[in-house]
T-cell receptor, first 116, second 113 residues
Framework: NAGVMQNPRHLVRRRGQEARLRCSPMKGHSHVYWYRQLPEEGLKFMVYLQKENIIDESGMPKERFSAEFPKEGPSILRIQQVVRGDSAAYFC??????????????FGEGSRLTVL | AQSVAQPEDQVNVAEGNPLTVKCTYSVSGNPYLFWYVQYPNRGLQFLLKYITGDNLVKGSYGFEAEFNKSQTSFHLKKPSALVSDSALYFCAVRDIWTDKLIFGTGTRLQVFP
């Protein structure tokens, strides 16, 4: 049973370009969470999605950032017009029924974005 | 608002000695508490959780955590540290209103041979 798969693992973009990060949850999981980890900082919640629905986007910056989890295919975190401050590790996590079921989240290996 | 605090940025311990990584929480209602570990350039791995029941929770790799309601703490412990335990440890609490995990700032554990 494959775990949470994230790609690309490493992504380099120049300022002003777009970054697309993909996340395939564990088989059978329909809840996806995105977190951002800045250097020497903890994990910050960004967005929580279920299939075709955004449940909580309270941690998403108001501009340039968007996320989706379509009926078919992976969840996508999209960052438009990247700036150097977007350089971070972005982690995706999935669960079967949200944290109300078994509680724990299963994390991917992360996508490390570097903005030049 | 639900939150956790990890008061130590780094904990140093000699191999074979017991280790403790501290976490305190602030929640409304009964807490769901978690510990995760992150090795360099890797994702987070679940170690253990407390939802209800015994205050002493046993998890992966010989780790355990003690839930203390009066002190609002959930410290991670291990009787005998290994060099391979060196990693970044995160405490987390479930936000009952929004169904997400809120993480602490992390504690870097360094185990010296």
């Amino acid at each position: 049973n494959a775990g949470v798969m994230q790609n690309p693992r490493h992504l380099v973009r120049r300022r002003g370009q777009e970054a697309r990060l993909r996340c395939s949850p564990m088989k059978g999981h329909s809840h996806v969470y995105w977190y951002r980890q800045l250097p020497e900082e903890g994990l910050k919640f960004m967005v929580y999605l279920q299939k075709e629905n955004i449940i909580d986007e309270s941690g998403m910056p108001k501009e340039r950032f968007s996320a989706e989890f379509p009926k078919e295919g992976p969840s996508i975190l999209r960052i438009q017009q990247v700036v150097r401050g977007d350089s971070a590790a972005y982690f995706c996590a999935s669960s079967f029924g949200g944290t109300t079921s078994t509680g724990e989240l299963f994390f991917g290996e992360g996508s490390r974005l570097t903005v030049l | 608002a639900q939150s956790v605090a990890q008061p130590e940025d780094q904990v140093n311990v000699a191999e074979g000695n017991p280790l403790t990584v501290k976490c305190t929480y602030s929640v409304s209602g009964n807490p769901y508490l978690f510990w995760y570990v992150q090795y360099p350039n890797r994702g987070l791995q679940f170690l253990l959780k407390y939802i209800t029941g015994d205050n002493l929770v046993k998890g992966s790799y010989g780790f355990e955590a003690e839930f203390n309601k009066s002190q609002t703490s959930f410290h991670l412990k291990k009787p005998s540290a290994l060099v391979s335990d060196s990693a970044l440890y995160f405490c987390a609490v479930r936000d009952i209103w929004t169904d997400k995990l809120i993480f602490g700032t992390g504690t870097r554990l360094q185990v010296f041979p």
